[in-house]
């Protein structure tokens, strides 16, 4: 299977930081890395598919890039709603795999 | 609206069985792969079970391979996790989620809870 690792773990931020949280795969995934956001008590929301789409409706300070083994969402002005934790999902070959998550708080 | 519905989840002893439902409506449900997502207590998110939309072709995570299985009725909009064999471990919320193509999952539902004890 398909290791993920993300990283940070947790990220302490404030309101209009930038924020960069990067996903590294144990082999190549061309582009299939999506990226999802959770609040407690809610479902995951995709933000961003095929590494660097935007999913609709998502705010256009979300951000992601990278191809192969090394991927990375960028928030590029954090505002309070997005206090969240974030994952990032490879997509390319079964069984899926999530990377472990980074919690942002404030 | 697209929404996905989860029920079927309970209280259950190790060795148990139970099955997960999911109602789908709000979008042309044959045509999609959907899968099964879970979450332990203060854990991450992990990918349990995918069923390709004819129902025909089905994935495992290794921690549920032969235990677990994935199945869909077309006609019903309906797609359930039949789990046998129950542990622990598997103590969880159990999302529902809709494959956008292959590019991950776009629509989830609120989660079932199962607990094994």
């Known amino acids: 299977a398909i290791r993920v690792t993300q990283s940070p773990s947790s990220v302490s931020a404030s309101v209009g930081d930038r924020v960069t949280i990067t996903c590294r795969t144990s082999q190549g995934i061309t582009n299939d890395l999506g990226w999802y956001q959770q609040k407690p008590g809610e479902a995951p929301k995709l933000l961003i598919y095929a590494a660097s789409t935007l999913q609709s409706g998502v705010p256009s300070r979300f951000s992601g890039s990278g191809s192969g083994t090394e991927f990375t969402l960028t928030i590029s002005s954090l505002q309070p709603e997005d206090f969240a934790t974030y994952y990032c999902l490879q997509d390319y070959i079964n069984p899926l795999t999530f990377g472990g998550g980074t919690k942002v708080e404030i | 609206e697209v929404q996905l519905l989860e029920s079927g989840g309970f209280l259950v002893q190790p060795g148990g069985s139970l099955r997960l439902s999911c109602a789908a409506s709000g979008f042309t449900f044959k045509n999609y792969a959907m899968s099964w997502v879970r979450q332990a207590p203060g854990k991450g998110l992990e990918w349990v079970s995918t069923?390709?939309?004819?129902?025909?072709?089905?994935y495992y995570a290794d921690s549920v391979q032969g235990r677990f299985t994935i199945s869909r009725d077309n006609s019903k909009k309906m797609v359930y996790l039949q789990m046998n064999s129950l542990r622990a471990e598997d103590t969880a919320i159990y999302y529902c989620a809709k494959r956008f193509g292959g590019y991950g999952m776009d629509v989830w539902g609120q989660g079932t809870t199962v607990t094994v004890s």
């Open positions: 069923v390709n939309g004819g129902g025909v072709t089905t």
